[in-house]
């Protein structure tokens, strides 16, 4: 018995060391309340705003059997989930998800809807909308309409999007990247 029970303590220690990679997790919530008239009555809004931050912590694949292998932290992946309460109940009443991309050296943000999402950029405080996004029939396909171009879209391994249109003045198929970042 003895024997047992020692052999299941060294397979349980062992398995805790024996796990991939771990991930830095960071999540922040922030609620902010401001009172609005309402048909001429007051009313109590809340915004709920919960940033997800996860980073893989990942190792040399070329040192992998040495003891204190050289660390490398690979881009962030960061979830921004914003809700909003425009009414005395206890919910919510909408909620959005935004994921950021950069192309052409310009920030963008994609924020989820019904039936896909929509690209939008920052000019001070005002949101500009200058592209949808629709899930096509095929899963992992999106229909893009943007205001220079018009194609089908996809996510490649790394997260960015990537949208094929034809141009037909140059008379070819153009790939177009967002690239996914941290902010």
């Not at 950021?100 to 005002?126: C, H, W």
Request: net charge negative.
């Amino acid at each position: 018995m003895k024997n047992i029970f020692i052999t299941t303590a060294f397979l349980i220690f062992t398995a805790g060391f024996a796990q991939n990679n771990p991930v830095d997790k960071m999540e922040e919530t922030e609620v902010k309340t401001k009172m609005v008239e309402k048909d001429g009555e007051m009313i109590e809004t809340k915004v709920k705003v919960i940033t997800k931050k996860e980073q893989e912590i990942m190792i040399n694949p070329a040192q992998k059997d040495m003891r204190d292998p050289d660390q490398y932290i690979p881009p962030t992946k960061v979830t921004k989930t914003i809700m909003v309460d425009n009414d005395n109940d206890p919910f919510y009443d909408n909620k959005t998800k935004l994921r950021y991309y950069s192309f052409n050296d310009v920030k963008y943000a994609f924020k989820a809807d019904e039936t896909g999402f929509k690209l939008v950029t920052q000019d001070g405080d005002n949101e500009i909308i200058f592209g949808n996004a629709v899930r096509s029939s095929l899963n992992n396909y999106y229909i893009v309409s943007l205001d220079d171009f018009s194609g089908i879209g996809y996510f490649d391994d790394n997260g960015n999007l990537v949208v094929e249109y034809y141009n037909r003045d140059l008379n070819v198929l153009v790939s177009e990247r967002f690239d996914k970042i941290p902010f």
